[in-house]
């Protein structure tokens, strides 16, 4: 069962921009309730917190995106994007989208599919 969609990944030059949508599809869950992040993971790397934006808006970033990569979220339309500007090779990656918290205890977390991105000349 898919539960958050993620698109947007692609190919891109050195230097070009993406825009990556994570899609909420949690059934008997509200987005309003959950933290949101991406990460990514490179290929032979762990996989690393991007960027997050917490449910009152609250974002923080690696310090390898700070000024190039802009998180944000539309509760109405319940998705999570992450802006990237000035994209580097260092950048490609498979993004995920996560999504932390609900209105239980334990928080729950949900994982998006992935999506690819891929900065080359």
């Known amino acids: 069962q898919v539960q958050l969609v993620e698109s947007g990944g692609g190919l891109v030059q050195p230097g070009g921009s993406l825009r990556l949508s994570c899609a909420w599809a949690v059934s008997r869950s509200f987005f309003v309730d959950f933290d949101m992040a991406w990460y990514r993971q490179a290929a032979g790397k762990q996989r690393e917190l991007v960027a997050a934006i917490s449910r009152r808006g609250t974002t923080n970033y690696a310090d390898s995106v700070k000024g190039r990569f802009t998180i944000s979220r539309d509760n109405a339309k319940r998705t999570v994007y992450l802006q990237m500007n000035s994209l580097e090779p260092d950048d490609t990656a498979v993004y995920y989208c996560?999504?932390?918290?609900?209105?239980?205890?334990?928080?729950?977390?949900?994982w998006g599919q992935g999506t690819q991105v891929t900065v080359s000349s």
């Open positions: 996560n999504a932390h918290g609900g209105l239980v205890s334990p928080p729950r977390d949900y």
